[in-house]
T-cell receptor, first 117, second 113 residues
Framework: DGGITQSPKYLFRKEGQNVTLSCEQN?????MYWYRQDPGQGLRLIYY???????QKGDIAEGYSVSREKKESFPLTVTSAQKNPTAFYLC????????????????FGPGTRLTVT | SQQGEEDPQALSIQEGENATMNCSYK?????LQWYRQNSGRGLVHLIL?????REKHSGRLRVTLDTSKKSSSLLITASRAADTASYFC?????????????FGKGTLLTVNP
């Protein structure tokens, strides 16, 4: 059963703590993405990775960090430097040009709702 | 930065009616995509239209693109209660990274049975 999994679905943390959100895909996609969604808003890009061991900042990278050590995994760490971390976080993937023709269509996971108090 | 802006922000119709949502964007694009999001869930890709295309169909969906006006519309025909969701347009800017999608704020569609 192919797809993207994010865990956990709900996450609660105290202010000042770092927290890592998991994202795994078994679609053999090269590219992976992290977005943040606030109520009534569209998605904003935090980080993206075109290929293993490489990633680029998106529009709102401050206070976040990522790693891409394996093709299947792209974890996101929300650090204590992120001033307003409570949000819905979405991970996505797409077929990149490394394994064939670039596909612009992105496949999304179910999301993790992070609440920081 | 938000590239696309959907209009209206919310739309409520009866089952069987057609629903039209509009998207405006600011810069030249490579392609424009529409996604659907059920409440509290991830997004699902619906359709992609390239900058050299004017109209595209997929089942009950019809998308148009007017690059001179920097706008697109999504038409859902014969709507069903199950179409209730938020709909987002997203653009890939020409000359930018092919991997970056810029999303609008979405239209919340409610289809009443």
């Amino acid at each position: 059963d192919g797809g993207i999994t994010q865990s956990p679905k709900y996450l609660f943390r105290k202010e000042g703590q770092n927290v890592t959100l998991s994202c795994e895909q078994n679609l053999n996609h090269d590219a992976m993405y992290w977005y943040r969604q606030d109520p009534g808003q569209g998605l904003r890009l935090i980080y993206y990775s075109q290929i293993v061991n490489d990633f680029q900042k998106g529009d709102i990278a401050e206070g976040y960090s990522v790693s891409r050590e394996k093709k299947e995994s792209f974890p996101l760490t929300v650090t204590s430097a992120q001033k307003n971390p409570t949000a819905f976080y979405l991970c996505a993937s797409s077929m990149g040009s490394a394994t064939g023709e670039l596909s612009y269509e992105q496949y999304f996971g179910p999301g993790t709702r992070l609440t920081v108090t | 930065s938000q590239q696309g802006e959907e209009d209206p922000q919310a739309l409520s119709i009866q089952e069987g009616e057609n629903a039209t949502m509009n998207c405006s964007y600011k810069t030249s694009i490579n392609n424009l995509q529409w996604y659907r999001q059920n409440s509290g869930r991830g997004l699902v890709h619906l359709i992609l239209i390239r900058s050299n295309e004017r109209e595209k169909h997929s089942g009950r969906l019809r998308v148009t693109l007017d690059t001179s006006k920097k706008s697109s519309s999504l038409l859902i025909t014969a709507s069903r209660a199950a179409d209730t969701a938020s709909y987002f347009c997203a653009t890939v800017e020409s000359g930018g990274s092919n991997y970056k999608l810029t999303f609008g704020k979405g239209t919340l569609l409610t289809v009443n049975p």
